[in-house]
């Protein structure tokens, strides 16, 4: 904290009274934001049924060749990087702007490939809705965080991340039905839906009063939790500054920035990427006849246990779900990798066709008995992944940045997850070939370690502090 900057000295919101804000429009406004989310898991989802369906088709309809599908489900991650730059500089023009805004790329990007005749309208489509998906990711958790109020706060922030799987897991089911074209269709309709409630929910009271829109903020106020309780107008001179370099030097701001990225590297460094490429495969060796099922599994159990850890967020705490949750994937990534070790067939295989390969003198029954290993210890990962690391580094990235540079430090963090993403899933295979297998999963479990000490070390509980208030503890205030 400097002098020359009076305006941090006092919070825009008052720490709350015992009597906490009852309004329900609060919730309503957090779904309308979370239909981002979900417009962005289903966007996120869309390849897993539609690639099969594409190389099936033949001319004059479009037809995915090996490449071609591999950029299919690619190039989302590459949009969505560059969306993470363009939320990063949308978010500090308006929370409820941005959110209004992604919904184009999203509409666009989805009807560009259901009108698709080539590959190249296929790859277009998608990275305009990965474009739209690094937008959301962005702004949907400032927006949510920046409305609720701190006893809600966990368990709305984290119902970004159960949007995100539920729209992942509404994918998978509709392509059970639907072929791609229908699909792309079906996609259009959650952006459209958010467009329409989006425009009538308010801009986040923080940011109308960095903006000095003292009357705005007081109707927003009193519409999201149905009274002016618990705000006051900032200090004069508190206008919204911009980033600036020089703002780096500041604790307030360098500390939660490295926290902040270094969250979304060990959340990709976590194998999560992995353990989805194989789920079929793990499937079809438990002797499960249809793959498809293994997607539809996954997406239940990242349901299921999102929805846990969004209701018991704002009582256990944000520090020890994580580091409960890292402890689950260090078990079952380390019991992932023995079973690679354990069915690895000779130091030759490296090929991912023969990862699955048995045994030559073991028992069928065996080689199916350590399958069902495969199966525990990646559905074990998955809820362990579901409750802690998945929802909660976008939780914090909402919450731990000072107003003024939540734009610019939002767009890092993001950038940062969608670019380790791309890298990870891409590098992978490399990883395994020098590794072998095995030594690639023990490898993530070392960094799942990693994790546990990190957040330990260096992670603050935000759990019933206003923003103001975990702003000030960076500031050692």
């Given amino acids: 904290m400097t002098p020359e900057d009076p305006e941090e000295t006092q919070p825009l919101l008052r720490p709350w009274a015992a009597s906490a804000p009852r309004g329900r429009r609060v919730f309503l406004a957090a779904f309308a934001a979370a239909l981002g989310p979900l417009s962005f898991g289903f966007a996120l989802g869309y390849s897993s049924p539609a690639i099969p369906s594409l190389r099936r088709d033949v001319a004059p309809v479009p037809r995915l060749g090996d490449s071609a599908a591999s950029w299919f489900g690619a190039i989302v991650t590459l949009g969505a990087a560059a969306g993470g730059v363009l939320g990063g500089w949308l978010v500090d023009r308006g929370r409820k702007l941005s959110l209004l805004l992604c919904t184009v790329p999203f509409v666009t990007g989805f009807a560009v490939i259901t009108a698709a005749q080539d590959v190249w309208m296929l790859l277009a489509?998608?990275?305009?809705?990965?474009?739209?998906?690094?937008?959301?990711?962005?702004?949907?958790?400032?927006?949510?965080?920046?409305?609720?109020?701190?006893?809600?706060?966990?368990?709305?922030?984290?119902?970004?991340?159960?949007?995100?799987?539920?729209?992942?897991?509404?994918?998978?089911?509709?392509?059970?039905?639907?072929?791609?074209?229908?699909?792309?269709?079906?996609?259009?309709?959650?952006?459209?839906?958010?467009?329409?409630?989006?425009?009538?929910?308010?801009?986040?009271?923080?940011?109308?009063?960095?903006?000095?829109q003292h009357q705005e903020a007081m109707a927003a106020m009193h519409f999201l939790w149905g009274s002016e309780q618990g705000w006051e107008e900032p200090p004069i001179g508190a206008e919204h500054q911009g980033f600036q370099l020089a703002l780096l030097r500041r604790p307030g701001v360098y500390k939660p920035l490295i926290i902040g990225i270094s969250l979304m590297v060990f959340q990709q460094l976590s194998g999560v990427n992995a353990i989805m490429f194989y789920a079929e495969t793990i499937f079809e060796e438990a002797k499960f006849r249809d793959s498809s099922l293994a997607s539809v599994t996954v997406g239940v159990i990242q349901v299921l246990f999102t929805a846990v850890a969004a209701l018991i967020m704002d009582r256990a705490g944000r520090r020890l779900l994580l580091a409960l949750s890292g402890m689950v994937m260090v078990f079952s990534m380390s019991a992932f990798g023995t079973y690679f070790k354990l069915t690895q067939s000779g130091p030759s295989n490296s090929s991912h066709m023969n990862l699955f390969a048995p045994i030559s003198t073991e028992p069928v029954d065996v080689h199916v008995g350590l399958a069902w290993l495969a199966v525990g210890s990646m559905c074990l990962f998955i809820a362990g992944f579901a409750m802690g690391w998945g929802p909660i580094p976008w939780l914090l990235m909402s919450e731990i940045f000072p107003l003024h540079v939540k734009g610019v430090a939002t767009g890092v963090c993001v950038l940062t997850n969608w670019l380790m993403a791309f890298l990870v899933t891409k590098e992978f295979s490399s990883i395994m070939e020098i590794l072998r297998p095995y030594g690639a999963f023990w490898l993530a479990a070392a960094f799942c370690i990693l994790s546990v000490f990190f957040t330990l070390s260096f992670v603050p509980e935000t759990k019933g502090r206003t923003l103001e208030q975990i702003t000030a503890h960076f500031e050692g205030r």
């Fill in 125 to 212: 489509g998608r990275l305009l809705t990965g474009l739209a998906c690094g937008v959301a990711s962005l702004v949907a958790p400032v927006y949510i965080s920046e409305i609720a109020y701190p006893a809600v706060r966990g368990l709305l922030g984290s119902c970004v991340q159960l949007m995100v799987v539920i729209g992942i897991l509404l994918a998978y089911l509709a392509g059970w039905v639907l072929e791609w074209r229908w699909l792309a269709v079906l996609g259009c309709v959650p952006p459209t839906f958010m467009l329409l409630l989006m425009c009538f929910m308010p801009e986040t009271p923080r940011f109308l009063l960095t903006q000095h």
